[in-house]
């Protein structure tokens, strides 16, 4: 048995339905589905990351149920991660007043050897945690040990304009 509430926006298409035999009916039919279809894709999350601000397809609810905000992405191409220091790299978003943040993360690799999540934290280690922040003009990472050999870094900013 699965519970479905009725609220629950559902993204899957059906994969089956039945055309009328009445021409009329029919097209109508193929209209409403194949329109269906495309609201339903246009839901989906995407899989696109870029350096540019770009429409995710995720929603974050707005000043009533009636209203979304649309979730935007960006990545900031970070590099090598600091050795027990902070450094900073500009996320280039514009309008910082009225935006809120929904996702900040990303992964850093060290080339041929491993990779790790950011942020990052070790209860073996405190000290070699890795703090993630961003500001009105940078993403700013704070290590607690020499991380400098991950030279492969990207942070991901997903966020909301008021």
Do not use: C, W
């Amino acid at each position: 048995m699965t519970f479905e509430p009725g609220n629950t926006l559902d993204n899957h298409l059906n994969e089956q339905f039945d055309l009328p035999e009445e021409i009329e009916e029919r097209f109508q039919t193929l209209k409403d589905t194949l329109e269906d279809h495309a609201k339903m894709i246009n839901r989906k999350d995407t899989g696109q990351y870029e350096t540019l601000e770009t429409n995710i397809n995720q929603t974050f609810p707005g000043a009533n149920p009636q209203t979304k905000r649309t979730v935007l992405r960006t990545v900031v191409d970070f590099g090598a991660l600091p050795n027990n220091a902070t450094k900073t790299a500009p996320h280039n978003i514009t309008n910082i007043s009225n935006i809120t943040f929904t996702r900040i993360y990303g992964t850093s690799t060290q080339p041929g050897v491993s990779g790790i999540p950011l942020p990052f934290a070790t209860p073996v280690a405190l000290n070699n945690n890795i703090l993630l922040q961003v500001d009105s003009t940078n993403v700013r990472v704070v290590t607690g040990a020499n991380y400098s050999a991950f030279t492969r870094t990207f942070i991901i900013v997903e966020y909301v304009r008021s």
